[in-house]
Structures are given as C-alpha cells and as structure tokens.
C-alpha cells in the first residue's frame, strides 16, 4: 500500500498530538512510533517533524524540556499542553467528519 503526502497533509500534527497523548516524547522515538503502528509504511521526514514541532509548541499546544540522560546526546522532549488536548480533539472530530463525507461521496452505488 502506498500512502502519498497528499493524503497525510495537513494532519502531521494531529498524529503528533496523537503520539504524546500519554506519555512524553522525543523526535526519534515519534517517529519510531509511527513507523511501527503503520509497519514501516509511513514515517516523517526529519524536517517535516521538527517544523511541525516548532509549529505546536508557538501556538501553545506542546511544550519541550531538555532530558537528563546519563551518556550520549541530551534529548528534547515534548509534552501536550491542555491547548494541545483540545486541539487534538477538534481535529479528530474535524477528521471522522470528512472521513464520512469521503465514504459517502466516493462510495459505490
């Protein structure tokens, strides 16, 4: 199965959000994520994730801190914000609303 960007557009920060919803994370481990829940099939350009990064946090819907690790390179984590909850729950109402006008329109008769 081959997802284009076209179809993807427009709700990278929607599967950002999706992504720290329970737990706070950093860029690679994100997109690690999404590569395994989608079995390798999609992932996010590295530029493409770290726009949407700094995207989310100027309007207030992530925020980031630096991680304390004992060895090797200090990872930035983010975290959803209260905003970003909502945002988040907009635009998946937002997405199951045109999903079903999609179904509807493209269905088969």
Known sequence: ??????????????????????????GYEINK???QATDGV???????LYTAFRRLEQNGYISSYWGDEGSGARRRYYRITPAGRTFYKQNRADWESAKQMIDTLIKED
């Open 33 to 35: 994520s999404i590569q």
């Open 42 to 48: 999609y992932n996010l350009k590295e530029a493409t």
């Open 1 to 26: 199965m081959s997802i284009t960007s076209d179809i993807i557009r427009g709700h990278t920060e929607t599967i950002i959000l999706a992504r720290l919803l329970h737990a706070d994370s950093y």
